[in-house]
């Protein structure tokens, strides 16, 4: 996809998924969880498109002082692929890390 506005209305809402979550939250806190965020790095192989389409929620977001907008991906894509490492650099964020994985046990 390759506009937050096409995310939307493939999900029948119409407009872009910030919007609409900001409609329904009306200036109550609310989360746009964007989840996988590394199948859209330019080390997954996949079209890169899909990064700027989720460069395009966040700043869309931003617009929306009670929205918060959870970003999970690999620690490794967090850190070295260009464009994420900058983002946690960015004003009101915050980067989480967990050590704890299905596999290490």
Do not use: Y
Request: proline share 6%.
């Amino acid at each position: 996809m390759t506009s937050s506005l096409e995310i939307g209305e493939k999900l029948g809402l119409g407009m872009s998924p910030v919007t609409a979550l900001a409609a329904v939250a009306a200036g109550d806190p609310c989360l746009l969880v964007i989840d996988q965020l590394d199948a859209v790095s330019f080390a997954s192989g996949h079209v890169p498109a899909g990064f700027h389409t989720v460069v395009e929620l966040i700043q869309e977001a931003v617009a929306f002082p009670g929205m918060r907008v959870p970003l999970a991906c690999r620690g490794f894509d967090l850190t070295t692929i260009t464009g994420f490492a900058s983002w946690s650099q960015m004003r009101r964020s915050h980067a989480l890390t967990s050590t704890r994985s299905p596999l290490n046990r």
